[in-house]
């Protein structure tokens, strides 16, 4: 398993942009597949944007298309989410998921064994 921290949430306008970043422990970083997830308060888990591990991959949930954008530093052994044209519907803890190479079902929580603890973006209206 990949141990995962996340960072970069916090306060901002609605309209406004966040860069989250997900810092991966370990030397096997470049074999692991990566999802963002969120979860507001009261509602499940939903997808955000996915990375795959080799060929770097991404794939998105319609409603982050255009705004979101989800990118891997190997060097770095980190993944980030870069958010645009943030709203208040946006507000939630955002949590980094990591799985070996292949996620079958990159949408689903229960893909990922790795997770981080979350960071919280509050987006103001």
């Known amino acids: 398993q990949v141990q995962l921290v996340e960072s970069g949430g916090g306060l901002v306008q609605a309209g406004g942009s966040l860069r989250l970043s997900c810092a991966a422990s370990g030397r096997t970083f470049s074999n692991y597949s990566f999802g963002w997830f969120r979860q507001a308060p009261g509602k499940e888990r939903e997808f955000v944007a996915f990375i795959s591990w080799s060929s770097g991959v991404t794939y998105y949930a319609d409603s982050m298309k255009g705004r979101f954008t989800i990118s891997r530093d190997n060097a770095k052994n980190t993944v980030y989410l870069q958010m645009n044209s943030l709203k208040s519907e946006d507000t939630a803890v955002y949590y980094c998921?990591?799985?070996?190479?292949?996620?079958?079902?990159?949408?689903?929580?229960?893909?990922?064994?790795?997770w981080g603890q979350g960071t919280q973006v509050t987006v103001s209206s």
């Open positions: 998921a990591a799985d070996w190479k292949t996620v079958r079902s990159p949408v689903a929580t229960e893909s990922y064994g790795s």
